[in-house]
């Protein structure tokens, strides 16, 4: 459960910062306006299926295996 939770609350610059992207590499791989990322990484205010996604995306988490479903 620890890891599910640190998975969907890890903010946005951690996960940038865990794939070595600047915001404007982030930003282009993701089609993410830069302002929006900015404004995720100064309030916090990424929606969850964002960031689970992202993560997904970048490898850094599994959620389904997380969570045990079967593919």
């Known amino acids: 459960l620890q890891e ?7 903010p946005i610059s951690d996960i940038r910062a865990a794939c070595g992207l600047t915001q404007q590499a982030f930003s282009d791989r993701f ?12 309030r916090d205010c990424c929606p ?9 995306a970048l490898g850094l988490a599994d959620l389904p295996a997380m969570l045990g479903v079967i593919s």
């Open 48 to 56: 969850v299926y964002v960031r689970v996604l992202i993560q997904q």
């Open 31 to 42: 089609a993410v306006p830069i302002r929006t990322v900015q404004n995720w990484e100064s």
């Open 4 to 10: 599910i939770y640190n998975t969907i609350n890890r």
